[in-house]
């Protein structure tokens, strides 16, 4: 009985693919790049650093020349956060491996690019339709922070290491600057833990007008691994009035935005409250930038 | 019947397992992990209890002694320990705190005993015998294939074994993982070898009982390996059951089933009796109260605390895990061409079990050379089973690929059989082209087929086998699918190693380093190795140290970040990497306080025992 053509398929197919598979390793491999070709990336980045640059790479997981990049502003987070990143003035890409070729999102302009052996080299100017007016992190001196119990309102008024505590220093129960793995890389954010029984509010008054206000928001990853507590209820008011609430589900992962139109002259108060009826690892997070 | 074992099969097998040994010794050049830390203080407190044996042997069996010299790591079982800790005093080659005084903080009691033969580094002399069982491992997988199934079968399942990155990378190590991978081995093959169909065991009630007796003995030294051996006889049983129930409930007359009794295999009565007996001889701390520490021991696993796993960009810390996990990392982190093979093996072998248990054997065009009906049953069922085990979703993965590894064993025997499609498509090229009809010219062909298969796989072995417990296969992006996919990246401390020669050339005199996720006796090891410069001091403790050595966990990353902010200087002086993934990365204080006290901290909280 003469062998199916379907078994010799199948029979010569392993060493076939064997062999596409052996070619696919060794490209992988080979196209990593060396110490020589981080250094040489490195050199281009200080050769034309200006004040206000950024690195970060392609894919940004790919940090190898970082240490060539010493004293320099480098972005190490573990995916590329590019709202932030399109704060700096420009942004130097460093691309290698499989990232080469892969582009920063829409709006973006490439001023320069030096592609190498293994490495690309490229400058990257962030979108120029809008400047930063605000920044709610930098501005956390200028918070007002109370927890409100009923109709009882307390006023956080110890300000320490850029964070507001109600009365004595307390490991988590502030709100204020701290970097947290939130949505797949560590992110500097205002930390906003909830409060048993209590609706904690951060509030500054002064918001300028005429703006977009930018706002992040989410779990940090440790709470929504953790899974514990109740769902979390995050509003933002606009002189007085509530504009927006999302209520998170204890597991909700993600860094979630939302864009709020602040029309006119003058300024205006923006509030962010946080609240759960089940505290237990409630670890809200949040940034807010008003842009003009 | 099964294929007679022969010389030769003996001689091949231990051919393979001397190049597997050959293989694992030329690559010594791998971090030492944090369990293996904790086996490496336990292997050299347990080796005291030897000189007491020597020099009064009445006292090393008291209850005093043995609480005194294996108190430390009880939730394992002692024997690889012992036998760690055996070598480690006939092969290693000691530091002398006489005229080395600062290796006193090195060794147990601040002495360590006279070398005997000293002629290795003593991490080499404690990894020694797991060197040894692990190469075992091979011989064991030819002599089931020859026997079982056929030459062929043995060559290809040990070479699948052999060229397995993370199978390889384990093998290194002074642990419980790949011994208990070969003791699982062990007693399978020598269970089938003892259970043959009750005709045959019956007739040859001598042989079946010695053989029956191995199994059980085999059996106990693997529960004193790891506990994933008292997961063995469920396999067996259920095997017994779906196979041979025909044995143990035959019908009676009137068509009824009945029990008998008395056609229950040996091997299970030997397991039974001799399995507990074993394990009870080896393990000092039962001697003295087996039911509270039993207790202790089961409860310790049983509760188990959850370590994470990264898994497609998703840290797992508790349960539900998913029950893909362990299918999903193997079709990962195993080679593709030994995929490919055990695919092959697994659908081919399955089908023809399915048609020889149905007497379809007409539908067999080709049989696979499997002595025996139900050995494939045997063979799936111990591989699915480790894999089953850490699939249940209330299981702790741990975030390695280790806990599964019996199974793995097992696959390769499926890719062995997976070869035989391979023979079946040159057979098929002869039967076309006449130039391809004469036998030297198909073996020609074969024996490049094989070559191409297992030169991908042992290349993907060898390259960054130091990170080998890192190692993605080329369909998911290879090395880079840490970073591109989100997984798993660092195996719990070992890439401290591969920042040790920068350190010593770098770092100031008396430096303090952050070993972050290193124990403590992993770093003693890397000074009594002479891996790392001896004035360097541990300390974990990121607001005071020196240098952090952040090793690449998910888990760690709101750590690392608090870490470099109080370093002060965000950026990595030196990255480790494999394959453009960094694994570690070492951050240095920008300003370098005046040093008062050199203190060597121990870390806070050690657990002092691991997985």
């Given at each position: 009985m003469k062998t199916p053509r379907k078994t010799m398929i199948a029979g010569f197919a392993i060493p076939l693919l064997s062999i596409l598979f052996f070619g696919v390793s060794l490209r992988q491999t080979a196209r990593v790049p060396s110490p020589a070709d981080w250094e040489a990336a490195a050199a281009i980045v200080r050769q034309g650093w200006q004040d206000g640059d950024v690195v970060a790479f392609m894919p940004q997981w790919a940090q190898g020349a970082s240490p060539w990049l010493r004293g320099l502003r480098v972005d190490t987070g573990e995916n590329h956060d590019w709202y932030e990143l399109s704060k700096a003035a420009r942004v130097w890409l460093i691309s290698s491996m499989n990232g080469r070729g892969d582009l920063p999102p829409e709006g973006w302009t490439m001023i320069d690019s030096r592609l190498m052996d293994k490495v690309d080299v490229s400058t990257w100017s962030p979108p120029r339709d809008r400047t930063l007016a605000f920044d709610f992190r930098g501005g956390i001196d200028k918070a007002v922070v109370s927890r409100t119990r009923g109709k009882t309102t307390q006023f956080c008024s110890n300000f320490k290491k850029n964070r507001w505590f109600c009365g004595q220093e307390h490991p988590w129960l502030y709100v204020g600057q701290e970097s947290r793995d939130i949505a797949g890389r560590v992110r500097d954010i205002i930390w906003a833990h909830a409060v048993d029984r209590a609706v904690v509010e951060a509030l500054w008054r002064e918001v300028p007008r005429g703006t977009t206000l930018v706002v992040h928001y989410g779990l940090t990853q440790r709470a929504a691994e953790a899974r514990e507590g109740s769902e979390t209820v995050f509003s933002v008011l606009i002189d007085g009035k509530q504009v927006f609430s999302d209520t998170l589900k204890n597991d909700r992962h993600g860094w979630f935005r939302r864009e709020f139109k602040l029309p006119g002259d003058g300024t205006s108060s923006v509030a962010f409250r946080v609240q759960a009826?089940?505290?237990?690892?409630?670890q809200l997070c949040f940034t807010a930038d008003a842009w003009k | 019947m099964t294929n007679r074992l022969r010389t030769f099969d003996f001689v091949a097998g231990l051919f393979l397992a001397g190049c597997y040994f050959a293989m694992l010794v030329g690559t010594t050049d791998i971090g030492f992990s944090r369990d293996e830390g904790f086996y490496f203080k336990a292997a050299e407190e347990y080796s005291w209890w030897y000189d007491e044996l020597l020099d009064d042997p009445s006292s090393a069996f008291t209850k005093k002694s043995i609480d005194r010299h294996f108190a430390y790591n009880p939730e394992h079982p002692a024997l690889p320990k012992m036998l760690y800790g055996l070598s480690w005093r006939l092969f290693g080659k000691m530091h002398d705190p006489k005229t080395?005084?600062?290796?006193?903080?090195?060794?147990h009691n601040s002495s360590p005993p006279k070398p005997i033969l000293g002629i290795m580094k003593e991490s080499t002399a404690m990894r020694l015998p797991a060197l040894l069982i692990n190469s075992l491992l091979v011989m064991f997988i030819w002599l089931f294939a020859a026997e079982y199934f056929s030459r062929r079968t043995a060559l290809v399942a040990s070479l699948s074994w052999m060229f397995l990155p993370h199978a390889f990378w384990h093998s290194h190590l002074a642990c419980f993982d790949m011994p208990v991978v070969a003791m699982w081995f062990l007693v399978a093959w020598l269970f089938l070898r003892a259970t043959p169909p009750l005709e045959e065991r019956l007739r040859n009630r001598r042989q079946t009982w010695f053989r029956a007796i191995l199994a059980g003995v085999a059996w106990g030294l693997a529960m004193s390996t790891k506990h994933n051996a008292w997961f063995i006889p469920a396999v067996f049983l259920a095997w017994y059951m779906i196979a041979r129930y025909d044995e143990v409930l035959p019908r009676n007359g009137i068509g009824r089933r009945r029990l008998a009794f008395g056609n229950i295999p040996p091997a299970f009565w030997a397991m039974l009796v001799l399995g507990p007996l074993v394990l009870f001889l080896t393990w000092?701390?039962?001697?003295?109260d087996p039911i509270e520490h039993l207790k202790f021991y089961i409860a310790r696993h049983a509760k188990h605390e959850f370590y994470w796993a990264y898994f497609f960009g998703f840290l797992h810390v508790k349960p539900p895990f998913p029950i893909s996990f362990p299918f999903v990392m193997s079709a990962m982190t195993i080679p593709v061409p030994v995929i490919l093979l055990s695919l092959t093996g697994l659908a081919r072998a399955f089908r023809e079990w399915i048609r020889r248990r149905a007497d379809r054997f007409q539908l067999i065009r080709r049989p696979l050379p499997v002595r025996g009906n139900d050995t494939i049953l045997f063979v799936f069922l111990n591989f699915l089973f480790p894999f089953l085990i850490i699939a249940a979703p209330n299981t702790p993965i741990f975030g390695g690929t280790k806990h599964w590894m019996p199974g793995v064993a097992f696959l390769a025997i499926f890719a062995g059989l997976g070869f035989e499609t391979v023979l079946d498509a040159i057979r098929g090229l002869g039967e076309r082209f006449a130039a391809f009809n004469r036998r030297t010219v198909r073996f020609a062909v074969a024996l490049a087929c094989l070559a191409v298969i297992m030169i991908p796989a042992a290349r993907d072995t060898f390259h960054g086998h130091t990170n080998g417990s890192t190692y993605y296969n080329a369909a998911f992006g290879g090395f880079g699918a840490m970073g591109r996919l989100g997984m798993q990246r660092e195996f719990w401390g070992n890439t401290a190693f591969s920042a040790l020669p920068w350190l010593n050339e770098n770092a100031r005199k008396n430096a303090q380093i952050d070993f972050h996720d290193t124990a403590w006796d992993s770093v003693r090891m890397y000074w009594r190795d002479g891996l790392l410069r001896r004035d360097i001091k541990p300390l974990w403790d990121s607001e005071r140290a020196d240098y952090f050595l952040f090793h690449w966990h998910k888990e760690f990353l709101d750590l690392e970040d608090r870490s470099r902010k109080a370093m002060g200087d965000e950026v990595p002086v030196h990255v480790v990497e494999q394959d453009g993934v960094p694994l570690l990365n070492v951050y240095q204080r920008t300003e370098r306080k005046p040093i008062t006290s050199l203190p060597v901290v121990r870390p806070v909280g050690d657990p002092g025992g691991d997985e």
């Open positions: 009826d089940d505290p237990q690892s409630r | 080395e005084p600062w290796a006193r903080v090195w060794y000092p701390k039962l001697w003295f």
